[in-house]
């Protein structure tokens, strides 16, 4: 896994809260575990966000090889 070293996007910092909002709902968190949890979740949101770019590209490139 690539590590970026720039500031995560207010984007990523939405969609972590709203994973662990999901968690807290759920009882599947510990509040002492919460700040650990959300470096945790910022981190994934940056890795899905590259998954899902560099999937659309290549999804691109095979289309226009198939013309």
């Known amino acids: ?7 995560y996007s207010p984007k990523h910092g ?3 809260l ?6 807290i709902i759920r009882g599947t968190i510990t509040w002492t575990k919460l700040h650990e949890l959300y470096g ?10 590259r998954l899902t770019t ?3 590209h290549s999804g691109q490139k095979r289309s226009r090889k198939s013309k």
Request: charged letters at 25%.
């Open 1 to 7: 896994m690539k590590i970026i070293s720039a500031p």
């Open 14 to 16: 939405s969609k972590a």
């Open 18 to 23: 709203g994973r662990i909002h999901k968690m």
């Open 54 to 56: 560099q999937n659309s």
């Open 40 to 49: 945790a979740m910022l981190h994934l949101e940056r890795y899905v966000e």
